[in-house]
Every structure is written in C-alpha cells, then in structure tokens.
C-alpha cells in the first residue's frame, strides 16, 4: 500500500492564480481530510468528507474547494491564491467507520509545500 | 475550540522523564497523539477514548481524565529519537469528523 499521497510536493504560485492540490488513498478509507500547518499554529482543519459524494467545512474553509467523487481521492482547489494561503498543507484519511475520528487515527500524507507570491 | 498544549517545548536529557499536556474547554470524548519530525508528517501514537480504552503504541504512556477534560502523555526514560513536535487533537463536540489540533508542543532530547 502506497498509503496517502500528496502531489505536487512544492509548488510557487503568484497572487491570483489558482490551482489543486492532489490526494489519494489507496487503504479504502471513508474519511479524508486537509490541514494547513503555519508555524506556531499546529494544524487547522480546510475541509473533511466522511465519504464519497459528502463534504464539509473545516475551522478556516474560506479560498478553498473540495469535491469527493470517489473514495480513494480527495483534491483540494485554491480559487484565487492569496499570500496567507503559504503554507505546508497536508491531507489526512482515516478508517473512520461512521464515527469520524472518534476512535480511529489520521494517516497523513507527506504534505505539500506551497508558497504564494 | 482548539485544545491547549503545555508546555510549548521542553529540552531533556537522555534518559529524563517529561509530561505534555492537552486540555480542553469543552467536553472530551477521545483524545489523539501524534509526533511529527521536522520536514516530516505527523504519525499517529495512540488515541484515549472515554471509559479508559486506549488505542496505539504499546510504549506510550497516556492518561486522559474525562471530568477534568484533558489529557497527558508520559516521555519516560526519553531516547533521541523522541524528539520532535507532539500535538494532540480532538473532535468537535458539534462533529466528530472535526479533529481540531493544539498548537503543539516542541521536545529537544539531547545526549
């Protein structure tokens, strides 16, 4: 098993444009999710599906787009890049099983690192 | 609401023992560990559910006290290889597909 995968692993983009970040998982997992980590601020949550054809918000949704049409990928689009949105961004997937996270762990992919000018 | 670690870091010898601390304002209803390397992703030690169960690594040592909404875990005997930046993580009370992290706590370990 590849796990989760994350593509590309860095990416420069300027001010205004947009693009999307690539995740895959390949363990049958219900749940996906994206955080964006800054320095000082641990992990804040994008956006999470609890299954194919379901998504929701996280804490700091706004800029962002999700869709999940299948359960093995979960990308995420940034409409109109801004600076605040350079970050590491790292998606996540998890068993869940109809409890969330409830009880079941996050594995993570090896992130994204994007940088916005 | 995010939950608040403590410290923010620490620096151990080898051998020392440590505690990090994760607390909530809300109620508690799992509680998750993970440790991430610098240029690293974050990987899972375990996950503390209400009524004691305890899902991960059989040498990590937590504790997570329900009425007191937080949580602990225990560096014992610390190696090199512990150090690193430990964050806990919590679901939303609203929804338990939101883990919502603390901002983390930065361990040294040093010969």
């Known amino acids: 098993n590849a796990g989760v995968t994350q593509t590309p692993k860095f990416q420069v983009l300027k001010t205004g444009q947009s693009m999307t970040l690539q995740c895959a998982q390949d363990m049958n997992h219900e749940y996906m999710s994206w955080y964006r980590q800054d320095p000082g601020m641990g992990l804040r949550l994008i956006h999470y599906s609890v299954g194919a054809g379901i998504t929701d918000q996280g804490e700091v949704p706004n800029g962002y787009n999700v869709s999940r049409s299948t359960t093995e990928d979960f990308p995420l689009r940034l409409l109109s890049a801004a600076p605040s949105q350079t970050s590491v961004y790292f998606c996540?997937?998890?068993?869940?099983?109809?409890?969330?996270?409830?009880?079941?762990?996050?594995?993570f992919g090896n992130g994204t690192r994007l940088t916005v000018t | 609401q995010q939950p608040v670690q403590s410290p923010q870091a620490v620096i151990l010898r080898e051998g020392e023992d440590a505690v990090i601390n994760c607390s909530s304002s809300k109620a508690l209803y799992s509680v998750h560990w993970y440790r991430q390397k610098h240029g690293e992703a974050p990987v899972f030690l375990m996950i503390l559910l209400k009524g004691g169960e305890q899902k991960g690594h059989e040498k990590i040592s937590a504790s997570f006290n329900e009425k007191k909404q937080q949580s602990s875990l225990y560096l014992t005997a610390s190696q090199l290889s512990y150090s690193g930046t430990y964050f806990c993580?919590?679901?939303?009370?609203?929804?338990?597909?939101?883990?919502?992290f603390g901002a983390g706590t930065q361990v040294v370990v040093t010969p």
């Open positions: 996540a997937s998890s068993p869940g099983q109809g409890f969330g996270t409830y009880n079941s762990p996050l594995h």
């Open positions: 993580g919590t679901p939303a009370t609203d929804s338990w597909g939101k883990l919502q």
